[in-house]
């Protein structure tokens, strides 16, 4: 069984890989994570930070720190490189006898204005009110939470499209018809499906998250949750392969059932929290929530492990029910 598992599964990931949709479903999460990474601005960018130049008084530097988290550079030239990266921070150096406020030019909002007045308050000497801060306990942006639960999503999306695609290309190809008298069986092709599917999974979702996260990213959870919710990208690719006959309909197929296996778990983060009951009966809303749970510093809902478990049973109870069903459409022993 292992044998003819085995080598299944390669001849399915090499015609995976020479079919040019399914190898843009590859790209696409590690682009989306590297695009994200640049442009959606981390907690560190929603505070107000000025890079500033070591030959600025120290008593400019220390009234600074009243405003602002300040961060020193030895030379004017630090400070510019600081200014250039993809963050919003202004930069103050000093040339001559005149402090020069330094911007990249693509920054949100005021901030040119927003530097200069702070200057301008700091060298007059005239301190303009007193300022308490209160922390909401957020040391995060939930932007980034989501976002990178979005990826580890996208990854068993693309691994069920595999799954499709593979499925369709050998209905196409008759392929399916040489299957049906192999000593390949449907338990055998079905669970060969499901172990490629976990594996590009895992891949795409470690390779995405890092690039987005960084250093931050917990591999052991990921996997685990991804190991945990890898049924639903099993059936994603069933449903979609075992009722479409050709290309076209398989894109019509994977284009519905995208508009439920992602705005599920999107339209959850808009969904108060007194309504959340109106979506606890689909698997992809509960494996949204464990991958929120990696990346949260608080709990979301019932936590990762129950989350993740109700998933897992949730996409066993469709699964299971269907398999005769799939049995059947694929004529598979």
Known sequence: MMRRMSSFMQKEFIRAIRNNMILYGFLFPILLAVIMRMFLPSIEGMKLSIAVDAAVEQDIIAALGDYAEVELYETADLVKGRVERPDDIAGIIKDGDQYVVLLEGNEVGEAEEIAT??????????????????SLEKDQSPMREIVASLLLLTAIVIGGMMIALN???????????????????????????????????????????????????????????????????TLLGYIIGGFADNLISAIAILKVAMLFFIGVPIGSVFVPEGLQWLLFLFPNYWAFQSYRNIFSTVQRGVGFELSLGITFIFSLLVLIPLFKTFKKQLQLR
């Open 117 to 134: 007045a702070l200057m301008n308050v700091i060298l007059s000497g005239e301190k303009q009110g007193t300022y308490e801060y209160i």
């Open 167 to 233: 499925i369709v290309n050998e209905k196409e190809s008759r392929a399916i018809a040489a299957l049906s008298v192999s000593p390949l069986r449907m338990l055998d092709y079905f669970l060969a499906h499901t172990i490629l599917c976990m594996i590009v999974a895992i891949g795409l979702a470690l390779v995405s998250v890092f690039l987005f996260v960084g250093r931050e990213t917990d591999i052991f959870r990921i996997i685990i949750a991804i190991l945990g919710t890898t049924a639903m990208g």
